[in-house]
C-alpha cells in the first residue's frame, strides 16, 4: 500500500487559496497510486492567527463546512484517504483539528490534546482522547505536531490498535538547534516508530508566516524506526511517496521469542517510587 | 558538575578481572573531575550466561557482597558515585540491577523492569519500580538497557522528579540496522532526553561474547536532547565526560509562556478510545 504526505505552503488566512493547494496535493497523491495522504496541521487556514476574533472566522465546522465538502468529494472521487489539519470552528468552540476523509464519506476526527504557545489563546483542548478509526486499509490514528512530543500520544494510539500514526504537523525551530543538522522532530517520529513498531507519516508545512518560520522535513518513517522517504527539503514544498506493508508491521512487533515492546510494557512498574535510599 | 560513562568490555565469567577493569575506570572519571560515572549493564560478571546455574553462581549480594564492597570503597574514597550493572543474588533470586554508590555509602538499587529475551530464563522481573535518588548532586535515576524502548522508564523516573537518568547497558544490533548508521539507541536516547528535559547517560560495553555482539556507542545527551559526549566507538573500550548543569535544566524545561513538556501531559486523554468514526 501506497500513502503519501503533502508538504505545503498555506498562506494565513487565503482558504481558497489553500484549499485549492491542498486539492491539487490529493489529486497528486492519487495519481501515483497512495491509498493516504496526510496533509499539513491547517491546511486550510494557516497557522499565525493574530487573534481569536480573527481564528474564529476562519475556522469552519467538520465535516459540514466547505473545505470539508471539498475534501469528501475528493476522497470519494478519487478513493483515497485524506488526513488533513483544519481550524475547526464548532459552534464556536475552535479545535486545532485533524480530519479524516474517505471514500465512503467522513470518518472521524481527532482534536488536539496539547497546544502549543499562542494556540492556547484560540483553541480548546482536544476532547476527544486519541481515537483510532478502523478502516479497509488499516487502523488509522492521527493527531497533531506538539501531541508527538508526548510518548503518551503514541501509546494510546498503539494500544488502541493503530497501524500507522498521521500527523499533519507545523514544526517550528527549536532554539539552539543547528539549523544544518536533522530536526529533534525526526528523531522523535523515528524513537517513536521505533518502540511502538508503528508506521508515522508526518506531513508538514513550509515557508515564514508573520515572522514564524517553519521547517518543512516531512518523512516517513517504516515501523522500524527508519525513514522511508524523506525527510523532504526545509524550505520547498514537496510529495513525499511510501509503500508499507502494515500485516508486516504487525507480524514483525515479536521480536524474539519472549519481546513484544509492546506487549512487555509493565504498568505496575510505573508508578513513582520514592525518592530516599531503598 | 562533570559526569562520565565508562564504555567497557567486561569477560564472562571473570568477575574477578572484571571488578578490576570497573575499578579502573572509577579511579579514571574521578581523576578527571567527574562527580559521578555510570559503568554498563552486568560490569562484574558478563552477559552470556550459557545457564541459570552459571548465572546464579556469579551473582552476588548488593551492598554486601565483594563487588559491592569494592565499589563502595572507592565511591567512598574518591568521593564519587557509581552507577553500576550488577548481577545481584538477592537469596536465590537474580535481578539484572543496577547499583548507585556515594561518598556516604550504598544509595539504592534499581532492577530492570524489562526483561531482554533469554535474562527471562535467569532473572526475576524488578520488583522495584523506578525509583529516584535524591543526593547532593542531584536527583538521580537508573535504569538497565532495554528499559530505554519504554517512554513509561523515563516518564516515571521524571515524574518522581530525576534530573539525570543513568543506564547500564548492553546494547545489541538491531536486525536490519546499518552497522554505519548511528545506532537507534542514541535516537531513543536523544528523543527521551528532550521531550523529558532530563539528562541521559547511558554506558555501554563492547566486544564479543559467545558469539553474541555489542555495539558500544556510550553517550551522554544533555536535557536538550543533543549528545554533548559521544557517541564512543562501537569496537572500542572509552571513557566519556560531560559537563552539565542541572539547575540549568530544571529552569529550561519552561519551553514559553505556556509549554512545559512534562507539565503539559494529560493523562485523561490517553485512555484508549473506541475505533469506530466519530
Given at each position: 500500500?501506497?500513502?503519501?504526505?503533502?508538504?505545503?505552503?498555506?498562506?494565513?488566512?487565503?482558504?481558497?487559496?489553500?484549499?485549492?493547494?491542498?486539492?491539487?496535493?490529493?489529486?497528486?497523491?492519487?495519481?501515483?497510486?497512495?491509498?493516504?495522504?496526510?496533509?499539513?496541521?491547517?491546511?486550510?487556514?494557516?497557522?499565525?492567527?493574530?487573534?481569536?476574533?480573527?481564528?474564529?472566522?476562519?475556522?469552519?465546522?467538520?465535516p459540514d463546512g466547505p473545505a470539508s465538502t471539498r475534501f469528501l468529494e475528493l476522497a470519494r472521487g478519487l478513493e483515497i484517504y485524506v488526513v488533513v489539519g483544519m481550524n475547526e470552528n464548532d459552534r464556536g468552540r475552535l479545535f486545532n483539528t485533524s480530519a479524516v476523509f474517505g471514500p465512503t464519506g467522513f470518518i472521524g476526527r481527532f482534536r488536539k490534546v496539547h497546544l502549543?504557545?499562542?494556540?492556547?489563546?484560540?483553541?480548546?483542548?482536544?476532547?476527544?482522547?486519541?481515537?483510532?478509526?478502523?478502516?479497509?486499509?488499516?487502523?488509522?490514528?492521527?493527531?497533531?505536531?506538539?501531541?508527538?512530543?508526548?510518548?503518551?500520544?503514541?501509546?494510546?494510539?498503539?494500544?488502541?490498535?493503530?497501524?500507522?500514526?498521521?500527523?499533519?504537523?507545523?514544526?517550528?525551530?527549536?532554539?539552539?538547534?543547528?539549523?544544518?543538522?536533522?530536526?529533534?522532530?525526526?528523531?522523535?517520529?523515528?524513537?517513536?516508530?521505533?518502540?511502538?513498531?508503528?508506521?508515522?507519516?508526518?506531513?508538514?508545512?513550509?515557508?515564514?508566516?508573520?515572522?514564524?518560520?517553519?521547517?518543512?522535513?516531512?518523512?516517513?518513517?517504516?515501523?522500524?524506526?527508519?525513514?522511508?522517504?524523506?525527510?523532504?527539503?526545509?524550505?520547498?514544498?514537496?510529495?513525499?511517496?511510501?509503500?508499507?506493508?502494515?500485516?508486516?508491521?504487525?507480524?514483525?512487533?515479536?521480536?524474539?521469542?519472549?519481546?513484544?515492546?509492546?506487549?512487555?510494557?509493565?504498568?505496575?512498574?510505573?508508578?513513582?517510587?520514592?525518592?530516599?535510599?531503598?
Amino acid at each position: 500500500m501506497r500513502i503519501a504526505c503533502a508538504q505545503l505552503k498555506p498562506t494565513i488566512g487565503d482558504v481558497h487559496a489553500n484549499v485549492e493547494d491542498a486539492s491539487d496535493a490529493i489529486a497528486d497523491a492519487a495519481r501515483e497510486g497512495a491509498s493516504l495522504v496526510v496533509l499539513p496541521e491547517l491546511t486550510t487556514t494557516g497557522y499565525v492567527f493574530e487573534s481569536r476574533e480573527e481564528a474564529l472566522a476562519l475556522g469552519e465546522a467538520v465535516p459540514d463546512g466547505p473545505a470539508s465538502t471539498r475534501f469528501l468529494e475528493l476522497a470519494r472521487g478519487l478513493e483515497i484517504y485524506v488526513v488533513v489539519g483544519m481550524n475547526e470552528n464548532d459552534r464556536g468552540r475552535l479545535f486545532n483539528t485533524s480530519a479524516v476523509f474517505g471514500p465512503t464519506g467522513f470518518i472521524g476526527r481527532f482534536r488536539k490534546v496539547h497546544l502549543w504557545d499562542r494556540e492556547n489563546l484560540w483553541f480548546q483542548p482536544g476532547d476527544l482522547g486519541f481515537p483510532v478509526f478502523e478502516t479497509p486499509i488499516g487502523r488509522i490514528a492521527t493527531f497533531v505536531c506538539y501531541d508527538g512530543w508526548f510518548p503518551e500520544s503514541y501509546r494510546a494510539c498503539v494500544l488502541a490498535g493503530a497501524d500507522m500514526v498521521c500527523i499533519p504537523t507545523n514544526w517550528v525551530p527549536i532554539p539552539g538547534q543547528d539549523p544544518t543538522e536533522p530536526a529533534m522532530a525526526t528523531y522523535l517520529c523515528m524513537a517513536s516508530a521505533h518502540v511502538n513498531g508503528v508506521v508515522v507519516a508526518a506531513a508538514d508545512r513550509v515557508g515564514v508566516e508573520r515572522g514564524q518560520e517553519f521547517i518543512g522535513q516531512s518523512v516517513i518513517v517504516n515501523y522500524t524506526g527508519w525513514p522511508i522517504a524523506g525527510p523532504a527539503s526545509r524550505e520547498k514544498t514537496q510529495m513525499l511517496f511510501a509503500d508499507i506493508n502494515l500485516e508486516a508491521a504487525r507480524r514483525a512487533r515479536t521480536w524474539n521469542a519472549f519481546n513484544d515492546p509492546v506487549r512487555d510494557r509493565r504498568p505496575e512498574s510505573y508508578t513513582p517510587m520514592g525518592r530516599g535510599p531503598s
